[in-house]
């Protein structure tokens, strides 16, 4: 294959690692500087230049894009998915992890882990605000900020007021996190590669120092991730579209909690406080995918008049509950079971023979009028109500 590294620091350890690693598995690489791209559009004919002249053909392309140039970054990594080139980190899921409000509301929208935030703009807002997420010391995050900088750590109400608003007048977005006292300054960096996760390390800051990058001076060391933080950084990764992201939790009382996703992580601290060739698994990541390409089955199936996809949960349907799917109406009424997940364990291809237990999940191919008909009735989703100060202190 023909592999495409967009880097704008080709000595940098990343950058060379990844090379390396597709040479050795006898790759063609490339490291292309991303602001020496010009993006040409016409009519069914979308087309890069690289340093003046026009692009030769790739078959993957790896974005290394640093925060500072996002923007232009993106523009070219979009030509590169509107010339048809697999790349194992699409524009827009690196748009959503860039955006850590747009990150963090996502996360909120499931059952996963993620520190008490607020954002707000009006200056009354804020002192309310940092009493939900559970009163000071609290951390302000700079929105756009990165590897630690624009994360404030305020210990007083006065300090956090006065810092907002002093970043509020210019012109900067911020949102206000609990500050998890139990990390004691540490973190777990979750290396994930596709469905896997490849390397974990623990950064420990140093001494003084509430922030745990490796770029401010913190310490690392290996560690086995148990199933519910191995669980969360997968998660994390397919809520924000990724193919290969470092996950970056904090170990609390309540489990593990998202700080943050990062779509361009450094490859030098986790191979080297692992001894992990992770470089490797990212290329052989990229082989499978431009090998077997990922297939939308709803779209492509949907296009057989009047059949497609559905999946939906086994639960009170005394047809299927307890028998096999031999024994169930499923066939004979033009539905296909494709997979079963039960427990976070995938059954793929079930066989005649498979019970179908309450809780599993059924992906189904099949008539969408009968499909329809076994979906649950949708309900509306209720919002929790907040117990008030005075509920808090009785509880």
């Known amino acids: 294959m023909k592999i495409g590294i967009l880097s704008r620091q080709p000595r940098s350890y990343s950058t060379r690692r990844l090379r390396e690693a597709a040479k050795l598995r006898g790759h063609t690489v490339q490291v292309l500087d991303t602001l020496r791209f010009a993006i040409s559009l016409e009519k069914q004919e979308p087309d890069l230049y690289y340093r003046g002249r026009k692009l030769p053909a790739f078959d993957a392309v790896i974005p290394r894009i640093g925060a500072s ?24 899921a690196i748009s959503r992890s860039r955006d850590k409000l747009r990150a963090t509301q ?60 002093t970043l509020h007048g210019a012109k900067q977005n911020v949102l206000i996190q609990k500050f998890v006292k139990e990390s004691h300054g540490c973190d777990i960096r979750a290396f994930v590669v596709g469905d896997r996760v490849v390397a974990a390390m623990r950064r420990i800051a140093k001494p003084g120092e509430y922030r745990s990058n490796v770029h401010r001076g913190a310490s690392v060391e290996p560690v086995s991730l148990t199933t519910d933080f191995a669980h969360t950084a997968l998660r994390a990764v397919q809520i924000m579209g990724l193919g290969i992201a470092g996950v970056d939790m904090l170990e609390s009382a309540e489990g593990p909690q998202i700080m ?42 949907r296009l057989t008049g009047g059949f497609g996809i559905a999946e939906f949960p086994v639960r009170g349907m005394p047809e299927l509950e307890g028998k096999t799917l031999r024994d169930t109406p499923l066939a004979s009424r033009n539905i296909y079971v494709l997979t079963i997940t039960r427990h976070d364990a995938v059954v793929p291809q079930p066989k005649a023979d498979d019970i179908i237990q309450t809780g599993d999940v059924l992906l189904c191919y099949g008539d969408l009028r009968e499909l329809r008909s076994m979906m649950p009735p949708h309900k509306r989703r209720k919002r929790p109500r907040k117990r008030n100060d005075k509920e808090k202190n009785k509880g």
């Open 106 to 165: 996502l996360f909120s929208r499931y059952s996963i882990g993620i520190p008490a935030t607020e954002f707000v703009r009006d200056s009354t807002d804020i002192l309310p605000a940092i009493r939900r997420v559970g009163g000071v010391p609290v951390i302000i995050k700079v929105i756009e900020g990165t590897q630690g900088v624009g994360v404030i750590l305020a210990e007083t109400e006065k300090v956090a007021e006065a810092i907002i608003q």
């Open 260 to 301: 943050e996703v990062n779509s361009s992580p450094g490859l030098e601290g986790i191979e080297k406080a692992t001894g992990i060739d992770v470089a490797s698994a990212i290329i052989e990541f990229v082989e499978q995918q431009v090998l077997f390409p990922d297939v939308d089955l709803r779209q492509r199936l």
């Open 69 to 92: 140039i996002t923007f232009y970054g993106l523009a070219v990594l979009r030509q590169f998915e509107q010339m048809g080139i697999y790349v194992p980190n699409e524009s827009v």
